[in-house]
């Protein structure tokens, strides 16, 4: 069963406009951690954002933003103004390994996000 | 600040023939994990280290697939006899593990693979 599911496959949007990408997961777990990860061309994943199950407060950070609802088990992100460098593929994750100690990471299969100047 | 590295960043091989993939850690990081990532998909989990133990391997990874870290540091995935299903982006990560940051994997620039 798929953990993370991420529905939107490709977003398109003009320079300057907000984009929001949807998370929704699914653990049987009281305590993990979910993340944002971008993938430009290159193809190398960086690290964006962490939240943990503990933490509903919704930050900003920059031109991102993050949306933590336990209640729909949703997670999703929003990048404001939006420039071409933040053309990518965007993955959510999951880490239920808390209690295990592994923090093995299970990942939605990404929403390419293309910004046209 | 250095990151995690690979080596090499593509390979072309033919079926059949072995290939070796390297993976350079952030120097404090304990833990490394491999992942791969086929074409429109997210990364899969493969294994993971905490210094040179290796702790789990997913069904994934086949008797033809084989990790090592020898002496806690770089990490090496090898892979025999391949076949064009082998085909994928292998991507490495390490993490500070017993720190208030162990959570949070950093990725290299992984190693694309192509089997012909």
């Excluded at chain 1, 939107?8 to 990860?37: A, G, H, P």
């Excluded at chain 1, 971008?38 to 193809?43: E, L, M, R, V, Y």
């Excluded at chain 1, 919704?58 to 990048?79: D, V």
């Amino acid at each position: 069963a798929q953990k993370v599911t991420q529905a939107q496959t490709e977003i398109s949007v003009v320079e300057k406009e907000d984009v929001t990408l949807d998370c929704v997961y699914e653990t049987r777990d009281t305590t993990y951690y979910l993340f944002w990860y971008k993938q430009p061309p290159s193809g190398e994943l960086v690290f964006l954002i962490r939240r943990n199950s503990f933490d509903e407060q919704n930050e900003i950070s920059g031109r991102y933003s993050w949306n933590f609802q336990k209640s729909t088990s949703s997670f999703n992100f929003t990048i404001t103004a939006s420039q071409v460098v933040d053309s990518a593929v965007y993955f959510c994750a999951l880490s239920e390994g808390i209690l295990s100690n592994d923090y093995k990471l299970s990942f939605g299969a990404g929403t390419t996000v293309t910004v046209r100047a | 600040d250095t990151g995690v590295s690979q080596d090499p960043r593509h390979k072309i091989t033919k079926r059949g023939q072995n290939v070796t993939f390297r993976c350079d850690p952030i120097s404090e990081h304990n833990r490394l994990y491999w992942y791969r990532q086929t074409l429109g998909q997210g990364p899969e989990f493969l294994t993971y280290f905490q210094n040179e133990a290796q702790l789990e391997k997913s069904r994934l990874l086949s008797d033809r697939f084989s990790a090592e870290r020898p002496k806690g540091s770089f990490s090496t995935l090898e892979i025999q006899r391949t076949e064009q299903g082998d085909s994928a982006m292998y991507l490495c990560a390490s993490s500070p593990y017993g720190t208030s940051s162990q959570e949070t994997q950093y990725f290299g620039p992984g190693t694309r693979l192509l089997v012909l």
